[in-house]
């Protein structure tokens, strides 16, 4: 390992761990020092030549200010639980499922105007004048209505308690430390409030050098039910963006009324697992165009006083749409992310339009992790290892941890396995001069949401596994460290733009209906087309799961041509399935005999002879390869993350663009390992991304190879002169 | 075992084996003999006291006839392989994957007229001045098209081979021996023909006592592919009942106007598991009006000359509809079908406006199953066991069997083994004195079908597994032997008179979009009400796989109401699912700690804490219970056959039913072991279903148990006075 290079580090501190902490950030080579939620820095920071961050939460704690104008807080559209009517007439606990410590009605606007009473059964709205609210109950009356239907209550509440200082406050058992209030900068006095406040405290905050915003102005959905438990959670929500305001700006501004269905959207809340309506794509607009202009006005002073501007990635975070059309406007110096994988440090480091980007790695310093039960450096190890994929192909420029550094303070082998951690971060800036490594292929990602949502496809709830999506989103986490270039794509980008000339690969994948596999979309004779005609003319496709997948015209796979298989939801049963043999010795599967497939699709069979089968059981295709015209389709059922399905997804890939040449640009025949190459530094590395000692033989093109020793997790680098 | 009754048994026998014949004859006491395909009776039977069966084919065997008026062979519609044009210009070899030795391109009506040339990609029929048809290559040639659209031509073509024949003739190797062309009766000279052709032959036949007919006019849909194999096999398909006359007739009838679609189906080909559409419907409902008033004009010369009308359930059956409302008005004598299980067993004698109902057993006495490597009495005892649970809910006047005799003539073990079947069958009709056994519950089972298909859901090909229904026909197999009433009802039947008033359970099954689940009919409110009025009034409902299941209004399964559980397809990821707890020591699972859910589905998860999960793994619900008003919901999420299965089911519909407490109303406590209770005759029995020896505890009611010890495969009689 070359001399490290200092910094690029940030350390978290907190009063009174002043000399301590220097010890520490000596050993890391911290050149950044910061507060955490519930520490303050020690003032003799100020004289110290490290730089400071500060948190600044813009819309939150200052009850005084909020108690006073309660109408600016933030609101949410909520349903009611479902009730089946026994007779003509049902009374509705609509609130009832709600946790009432964070959610209340709203009754300052008229309920009639703004909440909508379904009878689900039949699909339709009910009549207002068919019912009537019972404000001291939190019931609404519906009457003349079919019995044995069953009706629902979106209604408009006020979110009283900030979601995250709640999740906080509730699982450290605050007691009775007051609740903080959110507000709404949309609203007038909280705008001006969260201006003046913006200048207040950066004259009193003359030591800081980095306002690190956390975030800005609006909390992804986040609510909690009667038992204070979560309910419900979708990390790119808008739900808590909604007011009678927010409705009238938009209606000024679009010319379309906006209703609670809107928002409600059959109690599915707009999740971005589905198909979104032209009003919801109208909306995330909207907003993020009025987020990123308030935020600026924030950035400005922050800029104007001398200081960068940071912004946390995540809390508050929705409408600032990293990858949207309105981010660049913000005028950010900086981004810092929580680092849990290499899918999540792709969604930190591929931020376009900031200075640097910052990881801020697991675990935090907080007791769960930092006990005596537990030896915090393995998970500090595993997260490293996880991101390190992704720092090579795409660079990070610092990275950091937060919580209390007392507590970490007090695990010796923690704060070594971070000082391994942090100089193996610097050497990789030492080696690669943030300079980008050789990409192979370009792999456009395909669905509805597009770059919109790059490294955000799968994804629930920041970096926790989801039983409904863990199969796709181990794709996005094999792409993270893969040599490619990844990119992602909208229907509606090919729609109007065709598919991008430097597309080498494109990859659908997602369950039948969904935003990420398409839904209708597929029906979209343009659609279809452009596809077929890309592949046949020497592009790759890799469909997953329910590719292209929706019941017209006689198919499920809509791209059943391409790929040469078709899954049986039923209609087919009476089609004999002949093809069942398996291919062996095939390049995608060269040198992988094991086979994971999670949440597999069932019946998924070949409908054609120049199919190659590549993984049969159970009746079933989960991996198979069919040429098309110049180019092939590839079919996966499944893949959850695991190195060797890494590996298999990178074969498949080289395979579909017919580019099976090119994988020895950069390789390593063992699956626990992966080769970068730099060739503006002249620099290459291999990592071993397993915990065990390996041997791999390391290509660096076609005619160079040579075997490698790698201790566990290790990186070794050479010169590609 | 009390004397048998003799007789009740066909036996089947060949020319030069007549005093073997009478041997085995005597041995099992049959009282009737049968020729079988290519055998014919040793002509010495007219003489002996046996009845004698006389297989009659009215639509093929006369090559002479057909050859004269090649016009009037039936005709299918077929749709080409699914071609993607790679210009403005396409050629469609249309004909070319299929068997054209059994199908051939009808260019005797105009093409332009019949056929349909379609942009499937943009699901639109191609204006026929685009094509043109080369009949010397079977290609048509389509211009002026969307490039990398998919195109199919949908064509009329003679069934030039009849399908039954060519399967036996291609199975069994029969050489040069010409095929056999089949011809339409709904043609004039085919009419006339097969009249005279009767009567010709009834006059030719005075020894015959009995015309089994194989069958009536048109074959189930039966396709060869390019390589002479099966390509599409559809036990109830219509595919080869079309031709212009029948299409002008059925416009004529109805003033609706059929095109190819209506047959093509996409390439569904109105396969029963899709949801019938109303011209398929009416389709049915006309070709089968048809068929009867034909059959009768055959049936009334049988009748006319003292012999009895037998009608053999397959082959040519089609229109024949024994569960429709024009089977009665054929006037057959009897029914006679191959039994494949219990399943198959009910869907013969359940056939109604029958005098009596005849069983084939297997094994069939041909080399397949008689020859050095098998011992065909397995085969037997495993068929008699099926069925006997059936036989012993519904009844069967008769059974038999069928192929060489003087093969099975060769396998004193299987001659022994059939000994003791046919003893034990009249076993129970001396016990029973064809009465009915008591039924403690009504289960109506709910489909797109409803009574037409009785006992035919599920099934692709007669009695033969298919991977993509199995997990439901285990369903319909436990319910063919259960101690409860089970009747078939359409969505129809319910939107036009409401749920019968005898039902205690309604079950529903199948998978999304079919026509066993239903598809969008789960939009229709009136059908959700009915249901949930009938379930909150104290009504059970058992759901399996996809019951309910249509994407609408926020649920995937719209009686999740009452079922307490949900499937999670992709749109409710966001929620939290705390509800994973097992329910111990539940009436449904009480004694079943083995779980066999087949195909199963992913992801179904509770939304209620008042759901009884009862298994739970793979972080998902396979089996629970769920209460509403005074009825219960009962969810399982598959259900292949096992005499555990069956059990687990009973329970299940027990529980859903309130009716726990009846269960010990002819019970056995070892899940191998079934009770039948006959009040009439004050007898019960006990069956062990499975090979091995068995104890178990027999409730004959609540108050009444006894222990028994059963051999393998044993029924015991007991006196329930």
Redesign the interface.
């Known amino acids: 390992m070359t001399q490290p290079v200092k910094g690029r580090v940030t350390i978290p501190s907190e009063n009174n761990f002043y000399e301590e902490t220097l010890k520490i950030a000596a050993q890391w080579h911290a050149d950044a020092v910061r507060d955490s939620d519930g520490t303050h820095l020690d003032p003799r920071f100020k004289d110290n030549h490290m730089k400071i961050y500060n948190a600044y939460f813009p819309v939150r704690g200052h009850n005084d200010f909020i108690s006073q104008h309660r109408e600016e807080i933030p609101e949410a559209y909520l349903m009611s639980e ?1 009730v ?1 009517a ?1 007779e003509a007439t049902v009374t509705i606990a609509f609130a009832e499922a709600y946790f009432d410590q964070q959610l209340q009605p709203d009754y300052r606007h008229d309920p009639k105007e703004y909440w909508q009473v ?6 339709v709205v009910i009549d207002p004048v068919q019912w009537s609210v019972d404000q001291a109950h939190n019931t609404i009356t519906v009457t003349d209505i ?5 009706f ?1 209550v979106s209604f408009l509440a006020y979110c009283i308690w900030d979601p995250v200082e709640m999740y906080n406050h509730l699982t450290n058992d605050w007691g009775d430390k007051p609740h903080e209030m959110p507000f709404d900068v949309l609203q007038p006095h909280s705008h001006e409030f969260v201006l003046a406040e913006m200048k207040r405290w950066l004259a009193d905050h003359p030591e800081v050098d980095v306002v690190r915003f956390t975030t800005f102005f609006y909390q992804f ?1 986040l609510i909690f ?1 009667k038992h204070a ?6 990390w790119f ?1 808008y739900g808590l963006t909604v007011s009678p305001r927010m409705m009238a700006e938009f209606e000024k501004a679009t010319g379309e009324k906006l209703t609670a269905e809107d928002f409600v959207d ?4 707009n ?1 971005p ?2 198909v979104p309506s032209d009003h919801f794509r109208q909306y995330i607009d909207f907003v993020s165009q009025f987020v990123s202009e308030t935020a600026k006005e924030l950035v400005d002073l922050v800029h104007a006083d001398g200081k960068e501007a940071m912004m946390f990635l995540g809390d508050h975070w929705i409408g600032t749409e990293p990858y949207g059309k309105y981010f660049s406007h913000i005028g950010l110096d900086a981004i810092v992310g929580s680092v849990g994988d290499g899918t999540t440090t792709r969604m930190i480091v591929d931020i376009p339009h900031v200075r640097y980007r910052e990881g801020r790695f697991l675990p935090y310093f907080f007791p769960d992790s930092f006990n005596e039960h537990n030896d915090p450096s393995i998970e500090a190890k595993q997260n490293w290892i996880q991101a390190r994929r992704a720092i090579l192909r795409a660079g990070m420029e610092r990275m950091g941890y937060g919580g209390y550094l007392s507590l970490a303070a007090k695990f010796p082998k923690f704060v070594d396995t971070v000082t391994q951690i942090t100089d193996e971060f610097r050497d990789i800036h030492a080696h690669t001069q943030d300079t980008k490594p050789q990409s192979n292929l370009r792999v456009y990602v395909l669905n509805q949401w597009g770059k919109l949502r790059s490294w955000q496809a799968f994804t ?1 709830a920041h970096a926790i596994p ?4 863990y199969t796709y989103y181990g794709v996005m986490e094999a792409l993270s460290g893969m040599n490619v270039d990844v990119h992602f794509l909208s229907f509606q980008d090919i729609l109007k733009n065709g598919i991008p000339n430097d597309a080498d690969v494109l990859l659908n994948m ?5 935003a990420y596999s398409g839904g209708d979309v597929w ?1 979209n ?1 343009q659609l ?3 596809i ?2 890309f592949v ?1 003319q020497g592009g790759g496709f890799v469909g997953i799961g329910d590719p292209s997948a929706v ?5 499920f796979f809509q791209l ?2 391409l790929l040469g298989v078709e899954r ?9 399935k ?1 093809f069942t043999e398996v291919t062996k010795d095939h390049f995608i599967t060269q040198g992988i005999d094991q086979f994971n497939w999670g ?1 597999s699709k ?2 998924v069979y070949s409908t054609d002879e120049a199919t190659q089968i590549l993984e049969y059981s159970n ?2 295709i989960h991996l198979s390869a069919h040429p098309f ?1 110049q180019g092939q389709g590839v079919y996966m059922t499944g893949l959850p993350f695991s190195f060797l399905n890494a590996r298999l997804l990178m074969r498949a890939i080289y395979y579909a663009a017919g580019a099976t040449d090119r994988i020895t640009q950069g390789y390593a025949d063992n699956p626990a390992c992966e080769v970068s190459l730099f060739p503006e530094t002249h620099q290459y590395c291999v990592i071993n991304n397993s915990a065990e000692a390996v041997d791999t033989t390391v290509y660096l093109n076609a005619t160079s190879k040579h075997a490698v020793h790698l201790a566990g997790n290790a990186i070794e680098w050479g010169s590609l002169k």
Chains 1, 2 share one sequence.
């Open positions: 479902r089946v026994t379904y009878d689900r059964t039949a699909g079919t019995p044995w239907h069953e629902t959905t039910n438990k979560e309910k419900y959670v979708d929500g059959e109690g599915y809340y999740s697992f589905r629930v989801n039983k409904g999506s997602g369950d039948e209906g969904t029906q004779p279809v087309a452009a077929n005609a046949h019941r017209y015209q006689g198919q059943k041509q049986e939801v039923g209609y087919t049963l009476s089609y004999d002949y949440e069932l019946g009746g079933e015209g």
